[in-house]
Antibody, heavy 125, light 107 residues
Framework: QAQLVESGGGVVQPGRSLRLSCAASGFTFSDYGMHWVRQAPGKGLEWVAVISYDGSNKYYADSVKGRFTISRDNSKNTLFLQMNSLRVEDTAVYYC??????????????????WGQGILVSVSS | DIQMTQSPSSLSASVGDSVTITCRASQSISGYLNWYQQKPGKAPKLLIHLASGLQGGVPSRFSGRGSGTEFTLTISSLQPEDFATYYCQQCYSVPITFGQGTRLEIK
């Protein structure tokens, strides 16, 4: 069945960068839109970004726009999140998630299933 | 942005009880509403898609209803494994938004 595994998290100082990866297996990766969602410690879920099946369309939450970049490599079945100019408030567990469909444009987004296990990003001086 | 508001924020119930969680959208989202369950330290799990569609493998004691701006998730005959946090999510338009969560605790 479909499986997602995140990697690349860790502790980083404010203002620095980090790149998360999400390895996909068990489904045809290039047929689906993909998302990043985060969860600050003890808080609720916050959607971060979406990318279309072919990588041509992307959309970001205002809280990360201009600092984070979502991308994908369909030849390697991998989703990425490049996080620059990190802030203390970016501290969270980051999840990648598969959309229910192809997502040609961001408004095509549907439900998320499955989700990865999550990876912790801690921004602290 | 579409704001999603869940009520209650927390709920205590006993095994065997039936509970209902409400999710309200700040504008009409038709039926573009999904429900997730999250247990501590785990990733969210999809329960219901498009307001009332039961995800494969999810027990039939979970049910969803609603359209427009008001939606409900009902869990009948609560089981010990159902005690968790529940989130609604709208996928009507981006940015996608979640409710703040409802924590279901054992009484």
């Amino acid at each position: 069945q479909a499986q997602l595994v995140e990697s690349g998290g860790g502790v980083v100082q404010p203002g620095r960068s980090l790149r998360l990866s999400c390895a996909a297996s068990g489904f045809t990766f290039s047929d689906y839109g993909m998302h990043w969602v985060r969860q600050a410690p003890g808080k609720g879920l916050e959607w971060v970004a979406v990318i279309s099946y072919d990588g041509s369309n992307k959309y970001y939450a205002d809280s990360v726009k201009g600092r984070f970049t979502i991308s994908r490599d369909n030849s390697k079945n991998t989703l990425f999140l490049q996080m620059n100019s990190l802030r203390v408030e970016d501290t969270a567990v980051y999840y990648c998630a598969k959309d229910r469909g192809i997502v040609v444009v961001p408004d095509d987004s549907g439900w998320f299933d499955p989700w990865g296990q999550g990876i912790l990003v801690s921004v602290s001086s | 942005d579409i704001q999603m508001t869940q009520s209650p924020s927390s709920l205590s119930a006993s095994v065997g009880d039936s509970v209902t969680i409400t999710c309200r959208a700040s504008q009409s989202i038709s039926g573009y509403l999904n429900w997730y369950q999250q247990k501590p330290g785990k990733a969210p799990k999809l329960l219901i898609h498009l307001a009332s569609g039961l995800q494969g493998g999810v027990p039939s004691r979970f049910s969803g209803r609603g359209s427009g701006t008001e939606f409900t998730l009902t869990i009948s005959s609560l089981q010990p494994e159902d005690f968790a946090t529940y989130y609604c999510q709208q996928c009507y338009s981006v940015p996608i938004t979640f409710g703040q969560g409802t924590r279901l605790e054992i009484k």
